[in-house]
T-cell receptor
Framework: DAKTTQPPSMDCAEGRAANLPCNHS???????VYWYRQIHSQGPQYIIH???NNETNEMASLIITEDRKSSTLILPHATLRDTAVYYC?????????????FGIGTKLQVIP | GAGVSQSPRYKVAKRGQDVALRCDPI?????LFWYQQALGQGPEFLTY????????KSGLPSDRFFAERPEGSVSTLKIQRTQQEDSAVYLC???????????????FGDGTRLSIL
């Protein structure tokens, strides 16, 4: 699976959009981009994933660049409950299961 | 509940004792994973089950770690002769199934925080 690079920490004002970047310059054509987040003392929570098209769900939007070498997770209106560590993961389907490799992630602090 | 359930939530043991951690996956989920998360780090893969079959145990740090899922549902992670470096949060995750669904997300429990004194 391709390696990802994320900033270690970010701040965002409550009510503003939080834009979390992820670089994955070695991504292969069949690898998906996944985002999880982990709120303190909880297990990771799946947010969204995509291959090459932009994706949106009730939690967030995922913007993937045309060359697929980077992506941005957007939380449109950040709340204090969005304070968490956000993990960007790249992996390919196949071999029947997902052996997910987490990095350090980005610690997002939403400020009142 | 509808989510992955892990018990106990916290476990304190003396060095050298054996411990057993339980995971109840989401009903019907074929795939089950165990992860170890040290303080300040991301989760690290330990092992994977497809139904009752343990298909990958490459992440288990030593032969003191043993996992089972005998009926393809509940899973237990056992650590024998615990050591202080085993102190961590142990996370369990499940996903629906492997066939044609290998891009499906994993659903995590809130983990068991293990402290070895």
């Amino acid at each position: 699976d391709a390696k990802t690079t994320q900033p270690p920490s970010m701040d965002c004002a409550e009510g503003r959009a939080a834009n979390l970047p992820c670089n994955h310059s070695t991504i292969s054509g069949n690898e998906y981009v996944y985002w999880y987040r982990q709120i303190h003392s909880q297990g990771p929570q799946y947010i969204i994933h995509g291959l090459k098209n932009n994706e949106t769900n009730e939690m967030a939007s995922l913007i993937i660049t045309e060359d697929r070498k980077s992506s941005t997770l957007i939380l449109p209106h950040a709340t204090l409950r969005d304070t968490a560590v956000y993990y960007c993961i790249v992996r390919a389907p196949g071999r029947g299961y997902q052996k997910v490799t987490f990095g350090i992630g980005t610690k997002l602090q939403v400020i009142p | 509940g509808a989510g992955v359930s892990q018990s106990p939530r916290y476990k304190v043991a003396k060095r050298g004792q054996d411990v057993a951690l339980r995971c109840d996956p989401i009903s019907g989920h074929v795939s089950l994973f165990w992860y170890q998360q040290a303080l300040g780090q991301g989760p690290e893969f330990l092992t994977y089950f497809q139904n009752e079959a343990q298909l990958d145990k490459s992440g288990l740090p030593s032969d003191r770690f043993f996992a089972e899922r005998p009926e393809g549902s509940v899973s237990t992670l056992k650590i024998q002769r615990t050591q202080q470096e085993d102190s961590a949060v142990y996370l369990c995750a499940s996903s629906l199934g492997p066939r044609g669904e290998s891009n499906q997300p994993q659903h995590f429990g809130d983990g068991t925080r293990l402290s070895i004194l």
